[in-house]
C-alpha cells in the first residue's frame, strides 16, 4: 500500500552547481579586501621597482581576483538580505 504521505520525496530540490561557489562568510570579504589591496598594490609597486613582467602580472591577478571575490561577497549578501 502506497502512503500519499511519501508522495513528496518525487519532488527533490535541484542543487545547482554554482551554490558552491557563492561566496558566504565574512572571511571570504576579509580575503578577498587583503588580496585586491595586495595584488593591486604588489603589481603597481613592482612596476615601478621593475620587476619581472611575469611576477607584475601574477600579482595583478591576484589583485583581480581579490577584487571579483569581493563583489561576488557584496552581491550575494545583497541578494540575500
Given amino acids: 500500500m502506497t502512503h500519499s504521505s511519501n508522495h513528496h520525496s518525487s519532488r527533490r530540490r535541484r542543487l545547482s552547481p554554482w551554490h558552491w561557489f557563492k561566496p558566504r562568510g565574512s572571511r571570504t570579504l576579509v580575503l578577498g579586501i587583503c588580496a585586491a ?13 621593475g620587476m619581472e613582467i611575469l611576477k607584475v602580472l601574477g600579482l595583478l591577478g591576484i589583485g583581480i581576483l581579490g577584487v571579483l571575490l569581493t563583489i561576488g561577497y557584496i552581491v550575494n549578501y545583497a541578494k540575500e538580505r
Fill in 37 to 49: 589591496v595586495g595584488g593591486l598594490a604588489g603589481s603597481v609597486r613592482g612596476a615601478v621597482d
